[in-house]
């Protein structure tokens, strides 16, 4: 049975945005090989990865690096750039971690796609008289043009984004708000993401039904205290089965 509304996040939930951010920090480091020193790519993305993930769990930083993005992947560059260097690596100035962080994100903005059906998803959700909210956090401007890029501004009720309303998940008014906006109670709501704190663990401590999007299909982390009503490896499982004829 479906409810009442279905809060979506959007980055890596409806569109494939920031993936195995591993994988990108290689294929970047290939491009700036020329300016790495003498540096394997490899060596410096493993790095960059290690840094990015260092400085992501940090919870200060990720608030504040998430409302600009740029600024923070300079960030994470010239941290891996320094944990080279104490490790006696002869490394690249400050202005190569710049350009790497804006190569970095035109790279992304080149990538990014839609996952498989979701249009028809959302669509089909809202014929059937489902309530729908996008809750995005990040900067406005880059959040909204997503958006708008991806035909999303008219498929939901409610478009909220963090770095236009002041305050984003997994603050509980985040998904307070949309509710209300919505006009539903928890109870009623499903919320459907991949990040597994902000649209598992946090929305379940209000009651509501958190479904995991594992689009990589890689299982629950190791420890991790999350356990989603539901694990989804494509968005097509949020719809009800249809009877064989």
């Not at 493993?46 to 504040?64: K, L, M, N, P, Q």
């Not at 600009?68 to 300079?74: D, E, G």
């Not at 956090?137 to 909204?144: E, I, S, V």
Request: no cysteine; glycine share 8%; net charge negative.
């Amino acid at each position: 049975m479906l409810p009442r509304a279905v809060l979506f996040d959007l980055d890596d939930t409806l569109i494939s945005a920031y993936r195995q951010p591993e994988l990108a920090w290689v294929a970047i480091a290939g491009e700036f090989a020329s300016d790495l020193r003498g540096l394997a790519p490899e060596m410096v993305a493993g790095a960059v990865s290690a840094a990015s993930e260092v400085f992501w769990s940090d919870e200060d930083r990720h608030r504040r690096g998430r409302l600009n993005l740029l600024y923070a992947r300079r960030d994470i560059v010239l941290d891996g750039f320094s944990a080279l260097a104490r490790n006696g690596a002869a490394v690249p100035d400050a202005s190569l971690a710049t350009m790497m962080a804006e190569r970095y994100q035109t790279y992304r903005d080149e990538q990014m796609h839609l996952f498989p059906h979701a249009h028809e998803v959302v669509d089909t959700l809202r014929a059937a008289g489902v309530k729908l909210a996008l809750i995005t956090n990040g900067a406005a401007q880059p959040q909204r043009a997503k958006v708008v890029r991806f035909g999303l501004t008219h498929r939901f009720h409610h478009i909220q984004i963090e770095g236009e309303h002041g305050f984003g998940k997994p603050e509980e008014r985040a998904y307070l708000h949309a509710m209300s906006v919505l006009g539903v109670e928890a109870h009623e709501t499903w919320m459907v993401g991949d990040n597994l704190e902000w649209e598992v663990i946090a929305p379940q401590r209000l009651g509501i039904h958190a479904i995991w999007h594992d689009s990589l299909g890689g299982g629950l982390p190791v420890g991790t205290e999350a356990r989603p009503d539901r694990i989804i490896r494509s968005l097509r499982e949020l719809l009800p089965a249809t009877p064989r004829s």
